[in-house]
T-cell receptor, first 113, second 114 residues
Framework: GAGVSQSPSNKVTEKGKDVELRCDPI?????LYWYRQSLGQGLEFLIYFQGNSAPDKSGLPSDRFSAERTGGSVSTLTIQRTQQEDSAVYLC???????????FGNGTRLTVT | AQSVTQLGSHVSVSEGALVLLRCNYS??????LFWYVQYPNQGLQLLLK??????LVKGINGFEAEFKKSETSFHLTKPSAHMSDAAEYFCAVSSNQAGTALIFGKGTTLSVSS
């Protein structure tokens, strides 16, 4: 596809369950980012990948959050033992390296009940 | 550490009026500055950016922003608002060219009335 693809687009889960969110970046983009967008909180940086390695994990809010990237392409963000405060839109973006030019997906809206 | 402050979570203007969205940044190194826009039910897209060189930068849809180091500001303007400009606007800062993540502000929702 031409853009960043995220799946699922919507996810409703019960508190305490684990969830996996998937991101397919634009082909050839070496950098991949995860952000969380909550109402009134703007975009919160979670993690950044360059290739398959994550030089910056500083934004992961707790050890329940983890992410991996394989083959320099697809990335998954995993949230274990979900809590209600994890409810948000999770955005993925990729970049070819041009300064600050991130291409965002449409996000996964996570609702924890 | 870097940070971005967007003054005003909501801005309302009339069609044809000047649009001014305020952004102030904090950075210990020369910053790279960006504005992103999120139209309803769409993903974020880059509106314009300042990296080096000319401090007045022009973006898509008639928007421009000026980097003012002395004021640590990067305000977004458009001379004449259009209904289609209604969206959420995010200011962002990055400290270097190495591709590390942008730090975003909390966003400003722009409403345009006829």
């Amino acid at each position: 596809g031409a853009g960043v693809s995220q799946s699922p687009s919507n996810k409703v889960t019960e508190k305490g369950k684990d969830v996996e969110l998937r991101c397919d970046p634009i082909s050839g983009h070496t950098a991949l980012y995860w952000y969380r967008q909550s109402l009134g909180q703007g975009l919160e940086f979670l993690i950044y990948f360059q290739g398959n390695s994550a030089p910056d994990k500083s934004g992961l809010p707790s050890d329940r959050f983890s992410a991996e990237r394989t083959g320099g392409s697809v990335s998954t963000l995993t949230i274990q033992r979900t809590q209600q405060e994890d409810s948000a839109v999770y955005l993925c973006a990729s970049s070819s390296g041009t300064v600050g030019t991130l291409h965002f997906g449409n996000g996964t809206r996570l609702t924890v009940t | 550490a870097q940070s971005v402050t967007q003054l005003g979570s909501h801005v309302s203007v009339s069609e044809g009026a000047l649009v001014l969205l305020r952004c102030n940044y904090s950075s210990s190194v020369p910053p790279y500055l960006f504005w992103y826009v999120q139209y309803p039910n769409q993903g974020l897209q880059l509106l314009l950016k300042y990296t080096t060189g000319a401090t007045l930068v022009k973006g898509i849809n008639g928007f421009e922003a000026e980097f003012k180091k002395s004021e640590t500001s990067f305000h977004l303007t458009k001379p004449s608002a259009h209904m289609s400009d209604a969206a959420e606007y995010f200011c962002a800062v990055s400290s270097n060219q190495a591709g590390t993540a942008l730090i975003f502000g909390k966003g400003t929702t722009l409403s345009v009335s006829s």
